[in-house]
């Protein structure tokens, strides 16, 4: 049963909104760096993930794009919030399959970009 239990708790964090939101954040940063330095491809596929990070951020010097999107994954991870699939600044997540019967779907965005909502 602990077994179980632990898979399904590492199933839950990894289907969660914000690590979804992260996993996103930098898949949208290693595509710009890509799209900017497309011969890079192939050697990011073998990177660590300290090589990865210091390679982007050797990019976001160039990079204003890519610089804000390290800047909010690094060093501001609090403006990641869940919100609306809809709602202004909105990313859309999915997960397109966790069973064979299940669907995932969420949505984040930056917080500075829309006031926070009023607590009830």
């Known amino acids: 049963m602990q077994l179980l239990d632990a898979t399904a708790q590492d199933n839950f964090m990894f289907l969660s909104t914000a690590f979804l939101a992260m996993y996103d ?7 710009l760096y890509i799209h900017e330095q497309p ?8 990177m660590t993930d300290q090589e990865l990070l210091a390679l982007l951020q050797s990019g976001a010097r160039t990079s204003p794009p890519l610089a ?8 501001e991870p609090h403006r990641i919030e869940p919100c609306g699939e809809h709602s202004p600044g909105a ?4 997960v397109r399959k966790v069973t064979a019967s299940s669907r995932c779907c969420a949505a984040y965005r930056s917080a500075s970009r829309m006031p926070r909502p009023r607590k009830r």
């Open 25 to 31: 954040l930098l898949s949208r940063a290693v595509r």
């Open 68 to 75: 804000r999107l390290l800047q909010l994954l690094l060093s």
């Open 39 to 46: 011969a890079s491809r192939s050697a990011i596929q073998l």
């Open 91 to 94: 990313f859309p997540l999915s």
